[in-house]
């Protein structure tokens, strides 16, 4: 049997225009029975060609190109249109530049007003005894920061995506997404926040050349304890805020990865920072306790695994879903290194406060562009489908930014919410007299540079890894967020410490860089 692109190609070629017929078209409304043959005769009573689209039903009994477009947010076209759609699909997010601002830009202060607190949260706690004397601490941030925004961001994706297209709209629907899911990222966070320590016992060791079996443990204990908490608590929070942007008639893809990214910076930071306090005073007087709280929460795994592996919607991510969130989780470690390296010298200890801001602002904006294009794709077919809606490999920046697709038109609204974002967060660090540095003219265009270029570089990434990934056949929900925003923490750390160092060296002691 031919494809349907086949059979289009060769009903252009025979120069006939053919009836497009829906399967449920071909029954009988009343009778239930298939439509005589009789009914498609020509007039001179020879037989028509008849091109059989198929037409699926959602729970609620509508078409599927129906419930795509349920969301308050987009268009609520008739039946007919629906089925009479030419070779190039229609933007399904019927949104204005206005629209997409306004949806995104509640939920992106809020994100970047959870960076801000957990860079508060950084700046105090670098000074703990557990911070001075295991430093490899350090390297953990980026890398759980990186997992927690890397699986709660996937979550939030997924779920926004299945709302979209109507795959939550029963209670027996959402059971089973909430289940799967949670028992996923269970799984993910516990595997990854293991080999996160190990990462952050590799790079401390190879620089120093010194390593003490009590401290790999310490990490250990605590990454792994800090994912699985954390992933718990925000998977919960994710569940909640999409399933009430879709009763409120908002787009979850523009609330859900934001709110995920902010609260996900700051939960795991603090975790983090008092799990690993409350062990480090264990070391001495029960150096038992760090071991056995890995092997609790390592012994849970085949519990979630067999939850994950009978759940349909999530046992294809629990075989395939392991290679980006571990490749992203080594990219963050390197930014974690460079973290390391950079607050340990007392000439750059402000760059602390600034870190988790910088990363989680270029993580949320571009998790939410790779979310809107992942949706849109999901709406004209499955991965790997040559729908003209993913024609390109390697799109240039003037097709990224300036054409006038509906996902053009939101890349720009997000890049140009970098400076008046940065600028109010910056004047709240300011105001809560956090960090070391004083905000100065040439600092604040110096950091507002790097934030710009970080945004810019993940915007055009986005573009062509969503894009690539969706001709590969694999779910860009799954597979891009994780290496985004990876991205994100080595591309905004390594700037920020470059823009550091380079206010040093010029001597813009004015700054207090050096405090």
């Given at each position: 049997m031919s494809s349907k692109a086949e059979q289009k190609e060769t009903h252009q070629a025979n120069g006939a225009v053919l009836p497009i017929v829906p399967v449920d078209c071909l029954t009988s409304p009343d009778r239930g029975q298939l439509v005589e043959p009789s009914d498609f005769l020509g007039p001179d009573g020879t037989g028509v060609e008849v091109v059989v689209l198929e037409s699926r039903a959602n729970a609620k009994g509508v078409r599927e190109e129906d419930a795509l477009l349920e969301n308050g947010s987009q268009s609520n076209e008739s039946d007919d249109t629906s089925t009479d759609r030419g070779p190039e699909p229609a933007s399904p997010l019927k949104e204005t530049s206005f629209s997409i601002g306004l949806q995104v830009l509640f939920p992106f202060l809020l994100a970047g007003f959870g960076t801000v607190a957990a860079g508060m949260v950084l700046d105090i706690v670098q000074h703990w005894d557990v911070f001075k004397y295991v430093t490899e601490v350090f390297i953990l941030v980026p890398a759980l920061l990186g997992l927690k925004g890397n699986l709660e961001m996937t979550l939030a994706s997924r779920l926004s995506t299945a709302a979209n297209i109507g795959q939550m709209d029963t209670h027996k629907e959402l059971w089973k997404m909430i289940t799967g899911n949670m028992a996923l990222i269970q799984v993910q966070a516990t595997v990854v926040g293991f080999l996160a320590s190990i990462a952050a016992v590799v790079f401390g060791w190879i620089p120093d050349g010194h390593f003490s079996i009590d401290h790999a443990v310490l990490l250990c204990a605590s990454s792994v304890a800090t994912a699985f908490i954390a992933s718990l608590v925000l998977g919960m929070i994710m569940i909640g805020v999409i399933v009430g942007s879709r009763k409120m008639g908002i787009n979850p893809d523009n609330v859900a990865t934001p709110i995920a990214a902010s609260l996900g910076d700051l939960i795991t930071l603090a975790l983090l920072s008092g799990i690993s306090w409350g062990l480090y005073k264990e070391l001495e007087s029960k150096a038992y306790v760090n071991p056995l709280v890995?092997?609790?929460?390592?012994?849970?795994?085949?519990?979630?695994?067999?939850?994950?592996?009978?759940?349909?919607?999530?046992?294809?991510?629990?075989?395939?879903?392991?290679?980006?969130?571990?490749?992203?989780?080594?990219?963050?470690?390197?930014?974690?290194?460079?973290?390391?390296?950079?607050?340990?010298?007392?000439?750059?200890?402000?760059?602390?406060?600034?870190?988790?801001?910088?990363?989680?602002?270029?993580?949320?904006?571009?998790?939410?562009?790779?979310?809107?294009?992942?949706?849109?794709?999901?709406?004209?077919?499955?991965?790997?489908?040559?729908?003209?809606?993913?024609?390109?490999?390697?799109?240039?920046?003037?097709?990224?930014?300036?054409?006038?697709?509906?996902?053009?038109?939101?890349?720009?609204?997000?890049?140009?919410?970098?400076?008046?974002?940065?600028?109010?967060?910056?004047?709240?660090?300011?105001?809560?007299?956090?960090?070391?540095?004083?905000?100065?003219?040439?600092?604040?265009?110096?950091?507002?540079?790097?934030?710009?270029?970080?945004?810019?570089?993940?915007?055009?990434?986005?573009d062509w890894m969503v894009h690539w990934m969706w001709g590969r056949d694999l779910d860009p929900d799954n597979f891009s967020i994780p290496y985004l925003t990876a991205l994100g923490d080595l591309i905004g750390t390594g700037l920020l410490a470059l823009s550091f160092h380079v206010l040093w060296l010029i001597g813009d002691r004015d700054s207090d860089v050096g405090d």
């Open positions: 890995c092997a609790f929460f390592i012994a849970l795994l085949p519990i979630w695994i067999i939850i994950a592996k009978r759940n349909s919607a999530t046992r294809e991510v629990l075989y395939s879903g392991w290679e980006p969130v571990i490749i992203a989780m080594a990219i963050s470690s390197v930014g974690g290194l460079i973290l390391d390296r950079t607050v340990s010298d007392p000439n750059f200890a402000g760059m602390a406060v600034f870190t988790p801001v910088i990363n989680g602002v270029g993580g949320n904006l571009v998790a939410v562009q790779a979310s809107r294009i992942s949706t849109y794709l999901h709406m004209s077919g499955m991965p790997g489908d040559s729908s003209e809606s993913a024609p390109r490999k390697c799109p240039s920046p003037c097709s990224t930014f300036f054409s006038s697709d509906v996902n053009s038109r939101s890349a720009r609204v997000l890049f140009l919410l970098v400076v008046p974002g940065h600028l109010v967060f910056l004047y709240t660090i300011s105001s809560m007299q956090g960090g070391h540095t004083t905000l100065t003219l040439i600092f604040i265009v110096f950091y507002m540079t790097a934030a710009l270029l970080q945004v810019l570089i993940l915007l055009y990434i986005a």
